[in-house]
């Protein structure tokens, strides 16, 4: 829970903040990147199961006095949820807060909710004017002097934030050069920064968000610039040293890998790729997450040794990932196991093939080492 509007801050505007609703389930931007218990301007981010808890909801009234608008993410509708939604929506009508329902669901899906308008022009102008507010946010950081009370980390932390949730709603609304900018910028508040583990790990989640942006707009070069940033930051955090978060270290030494075949680069994702496979491996402990992302290793790895004809190590690796997918249905969904089982069976043609080529060169050989010593008597 963040409560970032108090008015000791010079910056408080009354009835000006946003404060997000968010499923901490669901694997949002905002939900990795705000900074826990850290006064950030006049945003606020609470979780729907918060609004279960009676001094989270305490809070969450007070901070909506303050509020201009109130944006719902909202990801897989439940019962629980919609208790938590339809006390956040009645706190924002007694406190006439505009009501952002984004991204925009079937009004269906939560029938049990009342207040929230799903029409498009509503949303659209609502979103529009979180926007606004966001900009005109931006550019009075920017303005801030260095002499003022706030300082230089405050100040950066304030843009990093609203560059991130103007980027978000850029992204809703499928204008991805304008989310480019502002994620880039976002990045950039780092430089001022001090590198401590708590900037390194949100650098780094930030760049992951960056290098999928950048992926989804068909730039893979710029990609994988963020992607190596990710991984630097991650390296510097210590995330390799970690058993707790070797995991996510892999899952971006494996994004990496999948950029640089993109680029035609086979050699240098063979060398991630392995990187990743052996660090997987030296995990003290096995998880059902780990084993899955070494499976899909052997998938990839099998793939990349196939197409260089290195048909030894591409059974090897494919009979490890089939290996694991009998005991994991779901692995399925993330692999062509199909392809992977006629792969297979070339592979071991053509190792068959290759081993009589060997035998049969070998006989000639020694058939003519036989014959060159008869010669000689």
Do not use: W
Not at 220 to 233: N, V, Y
């Amino acid at each position: 829970m963040f409560n970032f509007f108090t008015k000791k801050d010079k910056n408080y505007t009354k009835k000006n903040g946003i404060i997000f609703c968010i499923n901490e389930n669901d694997d949002l931007i905002l939900n990795k990147l705000f900074p826990k218990n850290l006064k950030i301007g006049n945003y606020a981010l609470y979780s729907y199961d918060q609004l279960h808890d009676l001094f989270a909801k305490k809070s969450f009234a007070k901070e909506m006095k303050n509020a201009k608008y109130v944006v719902f993410f909202i990801g897989n509708p439940s019962a629980y949820q919609d208790i938590a939604l339809q006390y956040a929506v009645n706190c924002a009508k007694k406190n006439d807060v505009t009501i952002v329902p984004y991204p925009e669901k079937q009004e269906s899906l939560l029938s049990n909710v009342r207040g929230l308008d799903f029409s498009k022009l509503k949303v659209d102008g609502a979103v529009a004017g979180v926007m606004n507010s966001l900009l005109s946010d931006i550019e009075n950081f920017k303005q801030l002097s260095e002499t003022s009370q706030l300082s230089i980390s405050d100040k950066h932390q304030k843009l990093f934030i609203s560059n991130v949730s103007l980027a978000l709603f850029n992204l809703f609304n499928n204008n991805f050069n304008m989310a480019i900018s502002c994620l880039q910028n976002a990045d950039n508040c780092f430089e001022k920064l001090d590198a401590t583990e708590q900037n390194l790990t949100r650098r780094a989640e930030l760049n992951s968000f960056l290098s999928k942006t950048y992926l989804a707009k068909n730039m893979p070069k710029f990609a994988l610039d963020a992607s190596e940033t990710q991984i630097d930051c991650m390296e510097r955090a210590r995330y390799q040293l970690s058993y707790k978060l070797m995991g996510e270290y892999a899952t971006a030494l494996i994004e990496n890998g999948d950029i640089n075949l993109q680029l035609g680069a086979p050699k240098r994702a063979e060398n991630v790729f392995l990187s990743a496979y052996k660090l997987l491996e030296q995990a003290s402990y096995s998880t059902s997450a780990n084993d899955q992302k070494l499976a899909l290793l052997d998938a990839k790895l099998g793939n990349l040794y196939f197409d260089a004809k290195k048909f030894k190590l591409a059974l090897a690796h494919y009979q490890k990932c089939l290996q694991f997918e009998k005991t994991n249905n779901l692995f399925k969904q993330l692999i062509d196991v199909e392809q992977i089982e006629s792969q297979v069976e070339i592979c071991k043609s053509e190792i068959d093939k290759k081993q009589m080529q060997n035998k049969t060169k070998k006989q000639m050989q020694t058939q003519t080492t036989s014959e060159g010593n008869e010669l000689c008597l």
